[in-house]
């Protein structure tokens, strides 16, 4: 970030304009939203600029700019469209400690405009570096899109009203007042009354909220997926975003906390395979005394939480502690991992059902059946399964599977550093080694990637020994 983006307060402060053509205008457009005293030099000046002056929006003074002329100015622009000139006007802004934009010329500014999505109050403003104008007005587009036209009066109203609302005890309920505000209640009262009617309204909310009684919390269940926002499902996002506590798997990719509100608590309770973890019950209280105390409590695990995630027992102790709870079901590893690797969990003529295997138990390495899963034609997907790799495929060989049943390895599904490792279950071990795959990993016993079956013309031959893709 070499500009860092602030708001600076201009009111009845001098911005100076040198210039009086288009590219004035384009930016005189923008400052006379502003509450500065606004001075624009040039001998020819557009009709526009005249036009304003005659409106006292500004003031016109038709000549060139000279040292003196940005005493005491913020800002200086230059807008002369012509480069000498414009440099003329940095050295007189810059000799009164002024701080100059050269329109257009990101060099020799100290400061840039952003496109702005202006809804005073709240104003929201874009800036790419001058890397993609284009992107810009798409943002900008998007934004103004997004933002309802009245924002401004449901903010304006609401920031008189502040006083008001500090009736309310801080922190969890008054956020809660505001987003019942500026969600429902706001649009409503303003659309239904007008201006008056808002008022009247947020009148009312503080009272109902003061008549309510303690706030009960409740208890979201998420399914973060493997790692890819874009695979989280839009209640997910909702939920993450209304929360006042998140409490994550060490699986949960950052991106996907990124999502979480600025003032929520967020809270890592990871179990590192073989390192120091947390414990369930720990995990358990913390859900209950954060809910207990009135908090919406994310509780986000990866892919789904049904999916080899506690999820019973974390239920169980809600259910024990009376504190509702919701689930929302996400995108498994395994699901995303087919995905990636062009394969389909089922398919006609091969396999009519499909394992979902852990390759660890709270016994050590998970026991199954074994004979049934040797067959040919079984397809599963084993989670958990790298430091079991050699058991799987020792006990698979013994039970009379192939071995050259197909063998994949998808890590870090849906990442950016996501790696496959085809291989066949005789050489599971030796492969997952050489192709350094360290976890988190989908095995996926009896599927390999869909480019090698292509080449093999269909025909579910192994694919070639190891190698990442
Ligand atoms: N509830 C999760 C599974 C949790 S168990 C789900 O539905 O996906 C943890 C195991 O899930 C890991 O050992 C690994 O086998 C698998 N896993 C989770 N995220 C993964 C990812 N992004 N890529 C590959 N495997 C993943």
């Avoid at 954060?290 to 986000?300: D, Q, W």
Wanted: net charge negative.
């Amino acid at each position: 970030m070499r500009h860092f983006p602030l708001f600076r307060d201009i009111k009845g402060r001098r911005v100076v304009v040198s210039g009086g053509g288009e590219a004035a205008v384009a930016k005189l457009r923008l400052l006379l939203k502003t509450e500065a005293t606004v001075v624009v030099y040039g001998v020819d000046a557009h009709p526009q600029i005249a036009r304003w002056a005659n409106e006292r929006q500004l003031i016109h003074i038709a000549r060139d700019i000279r040292h003196g002329d940005a005493l005491c100015a913020a800002l200086v622009y230059g807008a002369n469209e012509d480069a000498a000139m414009d440099a003329r006007a940095a050295d007189i802004g810059h000799a009164s400690g002024a701080l100059v934009n050269i329109v257009d010329d990101l060099d020799n500014s100290d400061f840039i405009t952003p496109a702005i999505v202006d809804r005073d109050p709240v104003t929201v403003a874009i800036g790419t570096e001058g890397a993609a104008p284009v992107l810009a007005r798409r943002i900008k587009a998007d934004t103004e899109e997004r933002l309802s036209p009245t924002l401004g009066i449901l903010a304006r109203i609401g920031q008189g009203f502040r006083g008001a609302a500090n009736a309310l005890p801080h922190g969890r309920i008054r956020r809660r007042f505001w987003s019942r505000y500026y969600d429902e209640v706001g649009p409503r009262a303003l659309t239904e009354g007008g201006e008056e009617a808002v008022l009247a309204a947020l009148h009312t909310l503080v009272a109902d909220m003061q008549s309510e009684g303690p706030e009960i919390g409740n208890v979201a269940l998420i399914g973060a997926g493997p790692g890819d926002p874009e695979l989280l499902t839009l209640k997910a996002r909702k939920a993450l975003h209304e929360a006042d506590v998140v409490i994550y798997d060490r699986l949960v990719s950052p991106e996907i906390l990124e999502l979480a509100r600025r003032e929520a608590v967020v809270i890592e309770v990871g179990k590192i395979p073989n390192g120091p973890s947390w414990k369930q019950d720990d995990i358990n209280a913390l859900m209950i005394e954060h809910a207990g105390g009135g908090a919406h409590v994310a509780r986000l695990k990866s892919g789904d939480p049904a999916v080899f995630g506690r999820l019973d027992e974390e239920m169980d102790a809600l259910d024990a502690a009376g504190v509702p709870f919701t689930i929302i079901p996400g995108i498994t590893a395994a699901s995303a991992a087919a995905a990636s690797i062009g394969v389909s969990w089922t398919r006609r003529g091969r396999n009519a059902s499909f394992w979902l295997l852990t390759g660890h138990d709270v016994a050590g390495f998970a026991e199954h059946d074994w004979r049934a899963l040797a067959k040919p034609g079984e397809a599963a997907a084993i989670y958990m399964g790298l430091r079991a790799a050699r058991f799987l495929s020792g006990r698979l060989l013994m039970h009379g599977a192939s071995a050259e049943t197909p063998v994949t390895a998808i890590e870090n599904v849906s990442r950016g550093d996501q790696k496959i490792v085809a291989t066949t279950l005789d050489r599971l071990p030796i492969a997952l080694t050489e192709g350094g795959i360290t976890g988190p990993a989908i095995l996926f016993l009896g599927l390999s990637p869909r480019a090698a079956l292509a080449a093999a013309d269909d025909i579910p031959e192994p694919v070639p020994a190891t190698g990442g893709h």
